[in-house]
C-alpha cells in the first residue's frame, strides 16, 4: 500500500465538506474519482497534499511517514507531504514570465535545491516524454490550452513524486484537443505510475483505471473496479449519477 488515508474531514466555516474518508492506494495503480459538483472529490484530492488543511485524520504513505491532522502538522510534515506527491490542475497555473522549459525546471531547483544543469537535462527529458520537445522556449501564452496542460503534467513529474493528482485535467480544455493530455496520461499509467484523478472522463476511468471511487456528500459513498462501480453499481446514488451523466437528455 502506497498512500493511507483514515478519518479525513475537511470543513470551511459551517460547511462540512468531507465527512471522514477512508482511502487506500496502491502502487503503481490509476484511481478515477467521480462524483457530482461540490460532492467533495477536488478538496479530497488536495487534501492528499496539504493544499487544503484538513481538519482531522491521517495520511500516511507505506510505513515511512505519517501525518496526523488532528493536531496542528509542523510545517516540516506539511513539506514532506508536498513532496511527495506531484499536482496537476484544471487551470494549468503555470508561470505566464517563464518558459516552458523553466516552469517544469521551476519545483526541482527552487524548492528541493537542485542543480541547474542536472535538473534541465531532466526538464527537456520530460517535455520531450509529454510531446513538447519543438516548444520548450516558448511561453504559455504562445501554447494551445492542451500543450500548457501537458507542460504541467511535466512540472508535477519533475519533482519525481511518488503520487501523482489530476484535478479534472481535462475540464478546462476544447473537446477537440482533450485527447492529447489524456494520451499522455494513459502512458504514465502504462509507466507505473501511481495516479489519483479526478474525471467526468468516465469512458476514460473506465479504460484506465484499476480502482473507481465515487464520491457524494462529502463520504466514498461506492469503490471498487471499473467494471463494478461504472457498469454495474450497487448503491442507488451512483446508479442515478451514472445514468444522469451517460443519459443527459
Known sequence: ??????????????????????????????????????SGKTTML????ALEMPNKGTIQ?????????DAAPSKRDILTLRRKSGMVFQSYNLFPHK??????????????????EKTKALAESLLKK???????????HQLSGGQQQRVGIARALAIEPELMLFDEPTS???????GEVLRVIRDLAKEGWTMAIVTHELKFAEEVADHVIFIDGGHIV??????????????????????????PS
Open 1 to 38: 500500500m502506497l498512500v493511507s488515508v483514515k478519518g479525513l474531514h475537511k470543513s470551511f466555516g459551517d460547511l462540512d465538506v468531507l465527512k471522514g474518508i477512508d482511502l487506500s492506494i496502491e502502487k503503481g495503480s490509476v484511481v478515477a474519482i467521480i462524483g457530482p459538483s461540490g
Open 46 to 49: 488536495r487534501c492528499l497534499n
Open 61 to 69: 504513505f507505506q510505513d515511512e511517514f505519517n501525518i496526523n491532522f
Open 99 to 116: 518558459t516552458a522549459l523553466e516552469n517544469v525546471m521551476e519545483g526541482p531547483v527552487i524548492v528541493q535545491r537542485k542543480a541547474k
Open 130 to 140: 509529454v510531446g513538447l520537445a519543438e516548444k520548450m522556449d516558448l511561453y504559455p
Open 172 to 178: 478546462a480544455l476544447d473537446p477537440e484537443i482533450v
Open 222 to 247: 461506492e469503490q471498487g473496479t471499473p467494471e463494478e462501480i461504472l457498469k454495474n453499481p450497487k448503491e442507488a446514488r451512483t446508479k442515478q449519477f451514472l445514468d444522469r451523466i451517460l443519459n
